[in-house]
């Protein structure tokens, strides 16, 4: 288990919003956060702390109009530490073999794969051709509906009718060497992680899988770590008092 950093980038400004609440054409959001330093300082930051496998995500859409000032603040953060971290947002097989020679470890996909409600097997099978499976992170990121979780895509706004359930990792792990998982409902809120859904994860023994929810202070990374027996890596975002939060950075960065 260890901590995994993050630079979330919208409208060319790193950001931390809350989870689900970006509009139609991806401009606008509930920010908790807006950040005066560049995706750059951040990348730079993480590489002088030896952080390793965090990711960048680009929250505007292909066809936002700030979409390119959003992915220029994100190539520059992978210059700045190359071959360390992840990206995604917008990620399919044309563009991806961009960003993995820019400097990402892997590229970081859900709506291409999860297309029109269904795992789409030829987008997957066309991600790995472009870059290979282990370079690729399945975003398995939820809500919940009922009493299951169930993947959401489209800014976080769209269910699908793929379960989060130990078998769907199961029968995507070929086509992958991560994945990643949000629990949208409560990104950005400080509000604890999703014990639930943290449990389930849990549950599958098998690729890496990093959490990202709700997690806002030394005692919640306690309960986390026991509820998931140490078994799973975690982001924490908008608590973290480099994103405005209360949740010292310094305390995280080495957590173990």
């Given at each position: 288990?260890?901590?995994?950093?993050?630079?979330?980038?919208?409208?060319g400004?790193?950001?931390?919003?809350?989870?689900?609440?970006?509009?139609?054409?991806?401009?606008?959001?509930?920010e908790?956060?807006?950040a005066?330093?560049?995706?750059?300082?951040?990348?730079?930051?993480?590489?002088?702390?030896?952080?390793?496998?965090?990711?960048?995500?680009?929250?505007?859409?292909?066809?936002?109009?700030?979409?390119?000032?959003?992915?220029?603040?994100?190539?520059?953060?992978?210059?700045?530490?190359?071959?360390?971290?992840?990206?995604?947002?917008?990620?399919?097989?044309?563009?991806?073999?961009?960003?993995?020679?820019?400097?990402?470890?892997?590229?970081?996909?859900?709506?291409?794969?999860?297309?029109?409600?269904?795992?789409?097997?030829?987008h997957?099978k066309?991600?790995?051709?472009?870059?290979?499976?282990d370079?690729?992170?399945?975003?398995?990121?939820?809500?919940?509906?009922?009493?299951?979780?169930f993947?959401?895509?489209?800014?976080?706004?769209?269910?699908?009718?793929?379960?989060?359930?130990?078998?769907?990792?199961?029968?995507?792990?070929?086509?992958?060497?991560?994945?990643?998982?949000?629990?949208?409902?409560?990104?950005?809120?400080?509000?604890?992680?999703?014990?639930?859904?943290?449990?389930?994860?849990?549950?599958?023994?098998?690729?890496?899988?990093?959490?990202?929810?709700?997690?806002?202070?030394?005692?919640?990374?306690?309960?986390?770590?026991?509820?998931?027996?140490?078994?799973?890596d975690?982001?924490?975002?908008?608590?973290?008092?480099?994103?405005?939060?209360?949740?010292?950075?310094?305390?995280?960065?080495?957590?173990?």
């Open positions: 288990m260890k901590f995994r950093p993050c630079i979330d980038i919208h409208n400004a790193v950001k931390q919003i809350v989870g689900g609440s970006l509009n139609k054409d991806s401009s606008k959001a509930l908790n956060f807006v005066r330093q560049s995706a750059k300082k951040y990348a730079k930051r993480y590489k002088k702390d030896g952080l390793t496998g965090g990711h960048i995500i680009m929250l505007n859409s292909l066809d936002s109009p700030t979409y390119e000032v959003t992915k220029k603040q994100a190539l520059k953060a992978l210059k700045a530490y190359p071959d360390a971290m992840q990206v995604g947002g917008g990620i399919n097989n044309r563009t991806a073999a961009e960003f993995i020679r820019a400097g990402a470890t892997h590229v970081i996909v859900t709506s291409y794969v999860f297309f029109e409600g269904r795992i789409n097997y030829d997957l066309k991600l790995a051709e472009a870059v290979g499976p370079k690729v992170v399945l975003d398995l990121s939820c809500r919940k509906r009922g009493d299951d979780y993947v959401v895509t489209d800014r976080w706004q769209n269910f699908t009718e793929e379960k989060v359930t130990p078998e769907l990792f199961e029968k995507l792990e070929q086509y992958c060497d991560e994945f990643l998982v949000h629990g949208v409902d409560r990104e950005g809120k400080r509000a604890g992680m999703d014990e639930e859904l943290v449990k389930i994860l849990a549950s599958y023994n098998g690729k890496p899988i990093t959490y990202a929810g709700g997690i806002s202070s030394i005692e919640q990374i306690e309960k986390f770590k026991d509820s998931c027996d140490g078994k799973l975690f982001t924490i975002g908008s608590a973290l008092d480099i994103f405005g939060g209360d949740l010292a950075y310094d305390d995280v960065k080495n957590y173990k």
